[in-house]
């Protein structure tokens, strides 16, 4: 490690060099690999053992299970839908070659603008593309075309992300943005039955009349316009030894977005999160309240054969356990408050559920909840704030 840092010490370009951009790429990648050398000269800090680039990459790391694991399943699906045997390994591969373009996509392009923004502003590269970058590929349909993903990215970089100051001044979450993008703009390519699997045979054609690549969500979408026990083929999927049982789901032995299907994985992702204190513990538990509480509910009316799916069940579908652990808990679109997030996350939980069933134009309400609680954060930390203001207020009084 010596030799590199002396070796990157060597190439260092001048920050006030004609071409400042080149400045800035090297500090970005400097203080990426080792403690930057920067001191403080005035005022009050806070030393700390930990800064925002090591926060971002304990979340990249947090995030391998999710996109191992999606790889894996992309191949998985892909033999499913021929009808194929495969090994680990073959499914692993082919799942890699169709994944890895959207991670270099989604990072090629976020990047390059953020280089962009560095050179203009004449400031550091900001750090929060990096889990961006991760995130956005792992929220998409296999599918999705390279280019609709590079206009998603620019746009929640641009759009999300930079007009309202760059890295912890943004409002909404950059991957959710992108994603939201994608499904108003192009929704035949985000939702459907042709996106969530590839069904390219070796010859190039696609596999049509003996598969459907539905996900669970969508599937129970066609459910909802009909009485209890009529749909009893759909309900039959999500039965014990079912395509969508309780166990697959929690597996993630299911179609779905890359890297939100496995349960498994995105708990070993928030294992991670807690254990180094970076991700809340009170939005997790408090949005799966929510999600339970919503859950319960709809069992208690059951008007449809959506409504008598488990609430646990229903927790483990979709992108919910993908979008508590890794998007509700963003530290800056989230709340901030101690009470601020458990209101916060609770109805993100609830309004997942609730907009999943009740609309089924959006069977993925997680992304819509979450969106929707970005904005209502804000408000939701003044009141949390000014109660306790008020209530100090009260204490001076009484003891005057």
């Known amino acids: 490690m010596k030799a590199l840092e002396k070796l990157m010490q060597s190439i260092k370009p001048k920050e006030d060099a004609k071409f400042p951009l080149a400045y800035w790429v090297w500090d970005g990648m400097y203080t990426f690999m080792f403690v930057p050398g920067h001191v403080t ?6 030393r700390d053992a930990i800064d925002l680039k090591r926060t971002m990459f304990t979340v990249i790391i947090a995030l391998i299970p999710a996109l191992l694991f999606g790889m894996w399943n992309v191949g998985n699906q892909h033999y499913i839908a021929l009808g194929q045997e495969a090994e680990l390994m073959d499914k692993f591969i082919f799942g890699l070659i169709k994944v890895l373009p959207l991670v270099v996509v989604s990072y090629g392009v976020g990047l390059g603008i953020e280089f962009i923004f560095a050179a203009i502003n004449r400031h ?3 750090e929060g593309f990096l889990v961006s970058g991760m995130l956005i590929p792992l929220t998409m349909p296999v599918e999705v075309p390279l280019w609709m993903l590079a206009v998603a990215t620019a746009f929640a970089v641009v759009i999300g992300k930079e007009v309202f100051g760059g890295t912890g001044m943004n409002i909404l979450n950059p991957a959710l943005t992108a994603r939201a993008f994608l499904f108003f703009a192009y929704p035949t390519k985000m939702s459907g039955t042709t996106v969530w699997v590839d069904t390219t045979t070796d ?37 014990d030894g079912g395509v969508y049982s309780m166990f697959n789901s929690f597996m993630g032995w299911i ?5 939100e299907t496995s349960v498994v994985a995105c708990l070993i992702g928030a294992a991670i999160l807690l254990i180094t204190g970076i991700g809340s513990w009170r939005i997790m538990a408090s949005m799966t309240v929510g999600g339970l509480v919503m859950g319960y509910i709809f069992n208690a009316f059951a008007v449809n054969d959506f409504m008598t799916i ?23 679109s989230a709340a901030q408050t101690n009470m601020g997030k458990i209101i916060y996350g609770f109805f993100a939980g609830f309004f997942a559920i609730m907009i999943r069933v009740f609309n089924p134009a959006y069977p993925e309400g997680v992304m819509m909840a979450i969106l929707f609680m970005n904005v209502m954060a804000p408000m939701i930390d003044h009141y949390v704030v000014q109660a306790n203001i008020n209530k100090r207020l009260k204490r001076v009084k009484v003891a005057a």
Do not use: R
């Open 310 to 332: 488990s609430p646990v069940h229903q927790l483990l579908l979709g992108g919910f356990m993908f979008g508590m652990v890794f998007m509700a808990t963003d530290p800056v």
């Open 203 to 239: 010859q190039g054609q696609q596999v049509v009349d003996s598969f459907t690549g539905a996900t669970a969500l969508g599937d129970l979408a066609t459910t909802t316009g009909s009485a209890v026990g009529v749909n009893t083929d759909v309900m039959g999927m999500f039965a």
């Open 41 to 46: 000269h005035k005022g009050t800090h806070v």
């Open 124 to 126: 550091p590269i900001q």
């Open 255 to 259: 179609p779905g977005s890359v890297g």
